[in-house]
């Protein structure tokens, strides 16, 4: 096991939150940050995710559906602001769903992701995919237009580092986009009434970031016009799990449009937006 301080402002005064799975998650008493202490090394990490994309009897289709009203979202706003398409690189690009809809829309399209399954899956449909991370990304040309990271951030371990290094490989005014959970106002409520839950995920989500850590790790690594917004629901492929998300989505997006954008609801995934100036 691993002890690590605080990633965005590197103190180790720390107040427990929860423990799930017999790991600890505790929020940073100086910036607020939520982080897995301590939590497994590298090399194990690594290992843990061989086969993640197969837990709880997911497959390639059921992470498309999950995923698709985001992807489609998204690929809608890299065009509204490239009109003329560019490059994308897609962190934790999984199968390659998102991959393919921006191919589709003449981008030139590149990915990575840890999963020698998915990679491969991604590779049969013709797509440039690297088995990876991102600290095995040799790149320092600043020649990408967009970097997008969907349900990423939380499980990386070291974010700071990873938003240097995408804020590195950006154009000029390039485009970051990332989608996260947000499970520590959800945790909490629940605790009141001690009803066991494992929205943090330990070990595989390190990480939860909310709105304002989110803000204060992006502004450190350089990113300007941060907009946090409550995005697009996922679709699960259970029922109840559906309904959830998808009321609980809309809710959020319903009082982030009638507070004119000042109310984010806790406890739903947020989007972010940023650029590099």
């Keep these: ?34 982080y897995l202490n301590p939590r497994p090394d590298p090399e194990t990490l690594r290992l843990l995710y061989a086969d993640y994309h197969g837990r709880n009897g997911k497959d390639e289709a059921s992470w498309a559906g999950l995923m698709d009203r985001n992807f489609r979202k998204v690929s809608f706003l890299l065009n509204s602001v490239f009109p003329e398409g560019g490059k994308v690189l897609d962190i934790g690009c999984g199968y390659g769903h998102f991959m393919d809809m921006m191919k589709n829309r003449g981008w030139y399209v590149s990915g990575i992701d840890p999963s020698g399954k998915t990679v491969a899956a991604a590779r049969k449909r013709g797509l440039d995919v690297i088995e990876g991370t991102i600290d095995d990304l040799d790149s320092d040309d600043y020649s990408l237009d967009a970097v997008t990271m ?18 590195r490989i950006l154009k000029r005014g390039g485009v970051l986009f990332i989608r996260i959970p947000h499970s520590t106002p959800i945790v909490r409520f629940l605790s009141v009434f ?31 016009s941060i907009n946090i917004t409550p995005g697009e629901p996922t679709s699960p492929d259970v029922s ?18 009638i507070s004119a954008g000042t109310l984010l609801l806790p406890g739903v995934s947020k989007s972010i937006f940023a650029i590099k100036p």
């Excluded at 070291?158 to 290094?165: A, F, L, V, Y």
């Excluded at 309904?243 to 319903?254: H, T």
Aim: with cysteine.
């Design 150 to 167: 969907f349900y990423v951030l939380e499980h990386l371990p070291d974010p700071s580092g990873t938003m240097n290094k995408v804020f």
């Design 194 to 224: 001690r009803i066991r839950n494992n929205f943090y995920d330990p070990p595989f989500h390190l990480y939860d970031f909310s709105p304002r850590t989110t803000a204060e790790l992006l502004s450190r690594a350089g990113f300007v």
């Design 1 to 34: 096991m691993q002890y690590v301080n605080c990633n965005i402002c590197g103190t180790d005064k720390t107040r427990l939150i929860s423990i799930r799975n017999g790991y600890r998650m505790v929020q940073c008493r100086n910036c607020g940050l939520v």
């Design 240 to 257: 109840i799990q559906k309904a959830v998300s998808l009321i609980s989505g809309y809710m959020a997006k319903l009082l982030y449009s």
